[in-house]
């Protein structure tokens, strides 16, 4: 398993009017932790969209436990727990403290960018991965 953990503070504008960050903005949180996911193995997403790969999101789950306020510091724990096909699955679980506030996952698909079709995940990417998972 390959897990990297990523911070980010909640913005004013990511709260509604009780102060509470809107559901929404936890796939944004999904989206660092992956990013950084990734950047930690030395996989990064500007590189891989380079070498004409995409990763749309096709599936997404979020389970909100406690909610967020304004001006916390949100700890993202993301992880890889299999080697990926066509088909991508990171884990979340987001922390304020010590308190879990969500968990979910998302599952993306590696694409051609210019055609917009399914491939296999990229050599570069299993190589990064080999002997981790």
Do not use: W
Not at 70 to 89: E, T
Not at 93 to 98: K, M, N, P
Not at 104 to 120: A, I, M, Q, Y
Request: glycine residues 4%.
């Amino acid at each position: 398993m390959i897990i990297s953990e990523s911070k980010v503070r909640v913005l004013y504008a990511h709260t509604d009017k009780m102060g509470i960050v809107n559901n929404s903005r936890y796939l944004e949180y999904f989206e660092l932790g992956r990013t950084d996911l990734l950047r930690s193995i030395g996989y990064i997403y500007k590189n891989m969209e380079a070498d004409n790969i995409a990763l749309p999101l096709i599936e997404a789950n979020c389970k909100y436990i406690f909610p967020a306020y304004y001006d916390d510091v949100i700890v993202i724990k993301s992880s890889l727990k299999k080697m990926p096909s066509v088909k991508i699955k990171i884990d979340y679980e987001l922390y304020v403290d010590e308190r879990k506030i969500a968990e979910g996952f998302t599952v993306h698909s590696f694409v051609d960018f210019k055609k917009l079709k399914p491939v296999r995940p990229p050599q570069k990417l299993l190589k990064l991965l080999e002997g981790k998972l």
